[in-house]
């Protein structure tokens, strides 16, 4: 074999490696990239405007904008340093949700050049349930049913928790397909 056809060859098994647009993995990459994005401008935004999101949560605590009836009212927190705790909760578990993310779109930009999911794949997925976890127990279940969100015209957040279940659940099932995570031939698996 002579060096121009070693060095073909090398080239070749380069090719064979690198990014095929339209891949499973590139969609994970790219649907995780998204929820990473999205995380951090939510956490950055209750950060940097803690105000605007703070009066949320104080309203739906409070309960003071649903039907007020008596049978539900005994649920309500009034106490301002109790909401702010759980404001604060949120934001908290709304950063490291981000940064998970941010960690794992990195991780499958990776893998996409190495041809290994694995790692991308663990990381997606514990980002991703920490999302589904607070918009679906905390603002669909708790505040919604427990705190009677659904009620208030003023500060109802299901359709927004509704949407950010479906993309995350969405990109959950994405990063987990079978060949989201399962190299070709001859690529190496973690």
Not at 97 to 115: D, K, P, S, Y
Not at 129 to 145: N, Q, R
Not at 160 to 182: E, G, K, Q, S, Y
Request: aromatic share 10%; proline share 2%.
């Amino acid at each position: 074999m002579t060096g121009s056809e070693k060095n073909t060859g090398t080239w070749r098994a380069g090719l064979d490696r690198t990014v095929r647009l339209g891949t499973l993995p590139v969609a994970a990459t790219a649907l995780t990239g998204t929820m990473a994005l999205y995380m951090t401008l939510v956490a950055f935004g209750n950060i940097t405007d803690f105000g605007t999101n703070q009066q949320f949560v104080q309203h739906v605590l409070a309960m003071d904008t649903t039907f007020k009836d008596p049978d539900l009212m005994w649920r309500a927190i009034e106490s301002p340093v109790v909401q702010n705790v759980a404001y604060v909760v949120i934001i908290v578990w709304e950063s490291l949700a981000a940064v998970l993310l941010l960690l794992a779109t990195w991780l499958w930009g990776m893998g996409l050049r190495r041809g290994a999911y694995e790692r991308a794949r663990r990381v997606s997925t514990l980002g991703l349930v920490m999302v589904l976890l607070l918009f679906g127990l905390g603002f669909m279940a708790i505040g919604g049913e427990w705190f009677a969100m659904w009620q208030s015209s003023d500060w109802n957040g299901l359709d927004a928790a509704a949407r950010n279940i479906a993309l995350a659940a969405f990109t959950l099932v994405v990063v987990h397909l079978p060949a989201a995570h399962r190299g070709g031939a001859g690529t190496v698996e973690e």
